[in-house]
């Protein structure tokens, strides 16, 4: 397994403040998607708004509260890709997926499984970046990436 080589931190950058926060998701049913989100990943709602005719929600996962999905809800949004299979996922232009890190993927995904949630492939190990990952996707095609670092 290689070991990834991280750059030393660049803290006199002007933009040394930037820390990642949020990803946004827009989505055709804003309750179910909260639903979901609640239901299959026991994320947490943070905040609830609107912003013109439309509803906005922060959701996090149950035990992190430095990164969080935005859901948009409202109107009625393009539909998105809805794909089984990882390869012909990767050949699109544009927003692709989100990560989150997990202890184990394997037992992640039983979870996810009996929860009834729609996996795009299954496990694999990629060794170039000591990941072993899977993906997954929410009701209308938007994927989500597990990861779990290799010992």
Not at 28 to 36: H, I, L, Q, V, Y
Request: one cysteine or more; a negative charge; glycine letters at 6%.
């Amino acid at each position: 397994m290689e070991t990834l080589h991280i750059p030393a931190l660049n803290t006199t950058s002007p933009f040394a403040s930037m820390k990642g926060n949020h990803v946004a998701l827009r989505v055709p049913d804003f309750e179910a998607s909260k639903r979901w989100f609640i239901e299959k990943l026991d994320f947490r709602v943070i905040h609830e708004w609107p912003f013109g005719d439309l509803s906005l929600a922060y959701v996090a996962p149950a035990n992190d509260d430095n990164f969080w999905v935005e859901l948009l809800g409202g109107d009625t949004p393009g539909q998105q890709p809805d794909y089984s299979d990882l390869n012909e996922s990767l050949h699109r232009a544009g927003y692709h997926h989100f990560c989150i890190n997990v202890a184990s993927v394997d037992e992640t995904i039983a979870e996810l499984r009996r929860r009834g949630v729609t996996l795009v492939g299954e496990p694999f190990d990629l060794a170039v970046i000591g990941r072993r990952l899977a993906f997954f996707s929410d009701p209308w095609g938007n994927l989500i990436e597990l990861a779990q670092i290799l010992a």
